[in-house]
């Protein structure tokens, strides 16, 4: 029988399959090797929470499986269709999946 984490797992790849924009690359800040496809969600204008509610922003979110990428740094670039996305914070993690609010390089 499956346990718990198990069914989470597969619930997460289900989503990430429906869901998913296509494959990215990370290239981390201290130049080692990239990280070469994973599966994100991309969410233009990202909408955050402040003191005075949700607000729109320019910034991109991204969003991963955290068993194809483990963690990401303030500074490091998602290389996705083309575009340079770079890493502001992570904003979310439940532990299984991540999103990362990032800016686009031109």
Request: net charge negative; aromatic share 2%.
């Given at each position: 029988m499956p346990t718990f984490g198990d069914r989470v797992a597969r619930m997460d790849a289900r989503v990430m399959r429906m869901l998913k924009n296509g494959c990215?690359?990370?290239?981390?800040?201290?130049?080692?090797q990239p990280?070469?496809?994973?599966?994100?969600?991309?969410?233009?204008?990202?909408m955050r929470n402040g003191p005075d509610g949700v607000f729109a922003t320019n910034a991109v979110g991204v969003t991963w499986r955290?068993?194809?990428l483990?963690?990401?740094?303030r500074g490091a670039v998602f290389?996705?269709?083309g575009r340079r996305l770079v890493i502001?914070?992570?904003?979310?993690?439940?532990?299984q999946m991540a999103t990362a609010a990032c800016m686009e390089a031109k």
């Open positions: 990215a690359e990370y290239q981390p800040l201290d130049g080692s990280v070469l496809g994973v599966e994100v969600m991309v969410d233009e204008n990202l955290k068993c194809q483990r963690d990401v740094e290389v996705h269709a502001e914070e992570k904003i979310m993690d439940d532990g």
